[in-house]
């Protein structure tokens, strides 16, 4: 069996946001799916997906302190600047973190730990609204 759903997230401030709930009623049928894998795919160059900490909301801002610090804006050597100053540090905190996570499927739910969730890394000021691509795969 394969699903495979598009969804849009509404736009978010920059940092390290909760879409798991999200992603869930995307794909609520994957019900009747008892051992699959799923991939969320973000369709995004300045904005990426991670799984980690969904408990703590400090997790999230430290994330967006140390990569603020690993990625910098503003360096002089930057050419990629078009569209402001946070333009090319989105496109490199995205590659960092890449476009998608997979996640294993379970008795029809995602299997997941008690404390993970899928985050949208948002790396631009203003990012707009970021499309996703969730596709399931299982029997």
């Not at 401030?13 to 909760?18: A, D, K, P």
């Amino acid at each position: 069996m394969w699903i495979q759903k598009e969804i849009t997230l509404k736009p978010r401030s920059r940092g390290f946001h909760l879409i798991t709930d999200e992603v869930a009623q995307a794909i609520g049928d994957i019900k009747n799916i008892k051992t699959g894998l799923m991939s969320v795919f973000i369709k995004h160059t300045s904005a990426s997906l991670t799984i980690n900490e969904n408990a703590d909301p400090t997790v999230r801002s430290d994330f967006e302190s140390f990569f603020n610090r690993a990625v910098p804006e503003g360096e002089p050597y930057y050419q990629h600047i078009f569209e402001g100053s946070d333009d090319l540090p989105a496109h490199l905190k995205s590659s960092l973190l890449g476009p998608s996570v997979q996640i294993p499927i379970s008795d029809g739910r995602m299997n997941i730990g008690t404390w993970q969730g899928i985050y949208l890394c948002e790396h631009r000021n203003h990012g707009g609204s970021r499309r996703i691509v969730i596709t399931v795969h299982g029997e």
